[in-house]
C-alpha cells in the first residue's frame, strides 16, 4: 500500500521561493511560519470578527482572534504529543516534536483567516447571491464551469489558503511564503470545488499554487482535482473541535445560554476524576468554577486525540482514515451531546440569530451594490458603453482591487474574486460601517 512519508510530509520548503528549506536547530521554519502569520494585517483583523456571538459587549466572549490563538495553543500540545511518537519511529528529515508541533500551532493559527464577517452567515450569503440574484446568473454565463463551482461551494478555507498564498506579500511569488508542510497542514480540504471534496479548499486561480504544496509534500492524489489530506491536518481538525465545544460551552454560560449545573456535568463526563469534582466544590464561584472544568477537560481530550491519531497512523498516511479523531475517541459520546445542546440552544439561540441574519443581509446587500458598477465599470474599460454615474459614484468607494501578478481566468471569474477578497478581509464593524454608508443611514 502507497503511503505518504513524514521526511516529505515535514518539507521545510517555502511555496514560491525556489529553494528546499531546511530544519535549523536555533529557530524552526514552523516557528518563522508562526510568527509571519502572527505579525499579518489579516490575521489582526480576526480580534474583530464574530466566533459565536457577534459583535458581543462582553470583552470575555471569544472573537475569531481569540478563539484561533485557543486552537493554536491546543495544536501545539497535539501536534508535540504526536510527535514524539513520530520522531522515534520515523525519519523526519532532521525535524523534532517541537518542530512538528510547531507546524500544527502555525497551521491552527491560521485557520479561520478566510472567514467573511458575522460568521458563516458570509460563506452562504456569497453562494446565495452568486446562484440566485440576477447579476450573479448573469456572470456565471461569462464564466467556465469550473470557475463557477468555485462560487457556488465557496468556503472560508479556500479563501484562507489565498489569503496566505497570494494576498498576504502580494509582491511575492506565494504570498507569504510559508512552509509547505504548514501549508499542507492547513488544508482540511485539500481539492478545488470540482473535486468530490464536500467542500472547495482551493480556488481555481491558486489551484498550482496548492499543487506545489502537495508535491512538496508527497501527498497522495484523491481522484481529479484532489489530495488525501496531510495527517497533521486531522490534528489541527481535533484542536479546532475540542476549542470550540468547550470554550463555546463556557462562553454560553457567560451569557446566560446553559446553566452551570449542565456545564458541570458534562464535563466532569469527560474528564472522569474524583479528585476534579471533589476540588471544583471547593472554588468560589460559577466562572471560576467552569473555568477550572474547561482547562481539565481539553487536557483529557488532547491526550485522548493524540492517542487516537497514533493508533491510526498507518491509516492516515495511506490516506485511507477520514474520520475526525474527536469521533474516535472514548468522550465522543459526552462531546455530541455538547454538539447538539451548542446547535440547537447556542448557535440558534435568537440573540445570535437576529445578528448573523442581518449579516446574511448584509454581505448580500454589498454584493448587489458593488458587483453591478464593478462590471459596469470593466466593460467601459473594453470599449462598451460608458458606466453609469451610480456606478461611478460607488465605484469610487472600492479600493484597488487589482492583484500583482496576471490573472487567470475569465475576466468575470476576476472580478468576483477580487471583490470577495475585499469582503471577506473585513471586520465586523468595517462591514457594518460600510453598508450603513452604502444605504445612506450614516455617512
Known amino acids: 500500500m502507497t503511503s505518504m512519508q513524514w521526511k516529505n510530509l515535514l518539507s521545510p520548503h517555502r511555496l514560491g521561493s525556489g529553494e528546499p528549506g531546511r530544519i535549523t536547530p536555533e529557530r524552526s521554519p514552523f516557528q518563522r511560519d508562526f510568527d509571519r502569520i502572527v505579525f499579518s494585517g489579516s490575521f ?3 480580534q474583530d470578527k464574530t466566533q459565536v456571538f457577534p459583535l458581543s459587549g462582553n470583552d470575555y466572549v471569544r472573537t475569531r482572534l481569540t478563539h484561533s490563538l485557543e486552537t493554536s495553543s491546543i495544536a501545539r500540545s497535539l501536534g508535540t504529543a504526536a510527535g514524539v511518537f513520530i520522531c522515534r519511529e520515523f525519519d523526519t528529515g532532521g525535524a523534532h516534536p517541537s518542530d512538528i508541533g510547531a507546524a500544527a500551532a502555525a497551521a491552527a493559527l491560521a485557520h479561520d483567516i478566510g472567514n467573511p464577517p458575522l460568521g ?27 470557475e ?33 508542510a504548514t501549508l499542507g497542514t492547513f488544508a482540511k480540504y485539500p481539492g478545488s470545488a470540482t473535486s468530490r471534496l464536500k467542500k472547495c479548499g482551493v480556488f481555481q486561480q491558486d489551484f498550482a499554487l496548492f499543487a506545489e504544496v502537495a508535491e512538496s509534500c508527497g501527498m497522495l492524489p484523491d481522484g481529479d482535482a484532489a489530495w488525501h489530506r496531510h495527517p497533521l491536518s486531522f490534528l489541527l481538525e481535533a484542536a479546532d473541535d475540542i476549542a470550540y465545544l468547550t470554550v463555546d460551552f463556557e462562553d454560553a454560560l457567560r451569557m446566560g445560554l446553559i446553566e452551570y449545573g449542565e456545564l458541570e456535568r458534562l464535563f466532569l463526563e469527560i474528564i472522569d476524576s474524583e479528585h476534579s469534582r471533589e476540588y471544583v466544590n471547593t472554588l468560589p464561584s460559577p466562572p471560576r468554577k467552569a473555568e477550572f472544568l474547561r482547562a481539565r477537560a481539553i487536557g483529557v481530550l488532547v491526550r485522548a486525540a493524540a492517542d487516537q491519531f497514533i493508533a491510526r497512523h498507518d491509516e492516515l498516511l495511506a490516506g485511507t482514515w477520514k474520520t475526525p479523531l474527536t469521533e474516535a475517541i472514548p468522550q465522543r459520546e459526552t462531546l455530541a451531546r455538547i454538539r ?14 437576529e445578528v448573523v441574519g442581518a449579516g446574511f443581509e448584509l454581505v448580500t446587500g454589498m454584493l ?26 460607488i465605484g ?15 475576466p468575470a471569474y476576476c472580478r468576483m474574486l477580487r471583490m470577495l477578497d475585499y469582503i471577506s478581509g473585513m471586520s465586523d464593524h468595517y462591514a457594518v460601517s460600510l453598508y450603513q454608508k452604502l444605504k445612506g443611514i450614516s455617512l
Open 120 to 146: 458563516h452567515a458570509g460563506e452562504e450569503a456569497i453562494r446565495d447571491w452568486f446562484e440566485n440574484s440576477a447579476v450573479g446568473r448573469e456572470m456565471q454565463d461569462e464564466m467556465t464551469l469550473p
Open 340 to 353: 447538539e445542546r451548542s446547535v440547537t440552544n447556542i448557535y440558534n439561540h435568537r440573540s445570535v440569530a
Open 368 to 393: 448587489d451594490a458593488f458587483m453591478p458598477c464593478l462590471n459596469e465599470l470593466a466593460r467601459e474599460q473594453s470599449g462598451g458603453r460608458r458606466a453609469s454615474c451610480r456606478s461611478r459614484r
Open 148 to 180: 463557477q463551482a468555485d462560487f457556488r461551494k465557496y468556503d472560508g478555507n479556500a479563501q484562507g489558503f489565498r489569503i496566505l498564498a497570494r494576498l498576504e506579500m502580494p509582491d511575492h511569488v506565494g504570498g507569504m511564503q510559508l512552509t509547505c
Open 396 to 410: 469610487a468607494m472600492l479600493p484597488d482591487l487589482a492583484v500583482p501578478g496576471v490573472c487567470t481566468g475569465t
Open 44 to 46: 489582526r483583523r480576526l
